[in-house]
């Protein structure tokens, strides 16, 4: 799916009309077909400026991006769209679902009710054991909508009030799983540190050290440069490196002894690396210090 600058996004209140609201609610209903149809099945990037937007997908494939952001759905997934969100869709042409489109201070009034606003951030939420809940959530809320009766308006802000509960808790389940991923990565980075700081000497494949840690070197990479800022193949440089200074620096051993106790095969493979590093042989650092 193609990018769109922000400032060359048009700003409809939906898409592919900029007529007023076409409805005195606070919010729209529609299948998803419905719209996309008649756009050969893709909503080309736009961004709404009052609008929050609710997009369940029951059946079908769809390509849903969101602030540049890309989720291929093939299962019941349920996409939030923030106010002033970029975002555009592809659909398959069997795809079955709706799309919600809630007016601000509609939002602001539900949301006002919860501990934390659920649709402030874009996010897609598998409906994986519940999709017989949304089916029947969003079923009842656009049967509501499209039949004008006693009571409406109070049925339909239950309905999206008890929808609204369901993204909530979705968020906050979402939220703390991040935050475990996030302390498993910190504890896997402590424990490569340890490792490091006790066999950096030794030259060990950056897959020893991930095989000693149980995950994939290429796990162990990503920890690092989200982490640290760096691969782990740099860190064990680093350390190298910073060893290699303080023995030149601060004891009379020879160059060549400083080469042997850092575990380097030979001398000048130790003056490579050295060099390669500081832009200085080891001899030139140390008289310069």
Not at 153 to 159: A, N, Y
Request: glycine residues 6%; aromatic residues 8%; contains cysteine.
């Amino acid at each position: 799916m193609h990018k769109a600058a922000v400032s060359a996004v048009p700003v409809f209140k939906l898409y592919g009309e900029t007529a007023a609201w076409p409805t005195p609610d606070l919010l729209h209903c529609e299948s998803i077909a419905e719209r996309s149809r008649v756009h050969d099945w893709e909503i080309k990037p736009h961004r709404h400026a009052d609008l929050v937007q609710l997009l369940y997908v029951q059946t079908g494939t769809a390509e849903l991006e969101v602030e540049g952001v890309e989720h291929r759905v093939q299962q019941a997934s349920l996409q939030v769209v923030p106010a002033l969100s970029v975002h555009g869709f592809r659909f398959s042409q069997d795809v079955q679902g709706h799309v919600l489109s809630l007016a601000q201070p509609l939002v602001q009034q539900l949301s006002a009710l919860l501990d934390s606003p659920p649709l402030a951030r874009a996010a897609c939420y598998p409906a994986a054991g519940q999709q017989r809940y949304l089916d029947t959530l969003f079923d009842s809320i656009a049967e509501e909508y499209s039949v004008q009766q006693p009571g409406r308006e109070l049925m339909l802000q239950s309905l999206i009030s008890a929808l609204l509960v369901w993204v909530g808790r979705r968020s906050l389940d979402q939220t703390r799983a991040e935050a475990q991923v996030q302390d498993r990565g910190r504890a896997h980075l402590q424990g490569f540190t340890g490792l490091l700081e006790a066999r950096f000497r030794e030259h060990l494949p950056i897959e020893h050290y991930a095989a000693e840690l149980g995950i994939s070197a290429a796990h162990l990479n990503a920890l690092c440069r989200r982490l640290a800022g760096q691969s782990a193949l740099q860190m064990i440089n680093q350390r190298l490196l910073l060893e290699a200074k303080r023995s030149l620096v601060y004891t009379a051993m020879t160059i060549n002894q400083v080469a042997d106790s850092l575990g380097f095969s030979e001398p000048a493979y130790f003056s490579r690396f050295f060099k390669r590093s500081t832009g200085q042989s080891p001899k030139d650092f140390r008289l310069q210090r």
